[in-house]
């Protein structure tokens, strides 16, 4: 079992969901949460369709990967996992074509390499 670390716009974007009035978003609360109980349970072994790993996207022994939920829209979240022992989730998006847009990518990966570093110089305790 893995713990998990939510970066504050994961946070704020759960919050949202789970405060909100529409029913759509309690479901989308309620599938985000089990999706997460499976990535703390399975870590580095959770795979598709929950999860997809990002090859292109590794650093300091870490890659890039996207929790897949799948209600009424696809909701990502980018995450990464530390040494096997914490998964770190940076960055919510919906996924609104075939593609995730690269941008979006790009900025989970930048979160990525920034909290690995943070946790490398002690600033950030696992």
Same mark, same amino acid.
Request: charged share 35%; hydrophobic share 20%.
């Given at each position: 079992m893995i713990k998990i670390f939510y970066d504050k716009t994961v946070h704020?974007?759960?919050t @949202?969901? !789970?405060? !909100?009035?529409?029913k759509e978003d309690k479901v989308m609360y309620a599938e985000i %949460?089990?999706?997460i109980e499976l990535l703390k349970h399975f870590g580095n @072994?959770? /795979? /598709?369709? $929950? !999860?997809?790993?990002? @090859?292109? $996207?590794? $650093? /300091?022994?870490c890659v890039l990967k996207e929790l897949?939920? %799948?209600t009424i829209v696809q909701y990502r979240i980018f995450y990464f996992i530390y040494?096997?022992?914490a998964g770190i989730l940076l960055y919510p998006a919906v996924k609104k074509s075939q593609k995730l847009s690269s941008n979006m990518i790009d900025l989970a990966y930048k979160k990525m390499k920034r909290y690995i570093n943070l946790i490398k110089k002690g600033e950030i305790d696992i």
């Open positions: 704020k974007a759960l @949202n969901l !789970s405060e !909100s009035p529409r %949460v089990r999706t @072994n959770l /795979e /598709e369709p $929950y !999860s997809k790993t990002f @090859n292109d $996207y590794k $650093y /300091e022994g897949r939920i %799948v040494k096997g022992k």
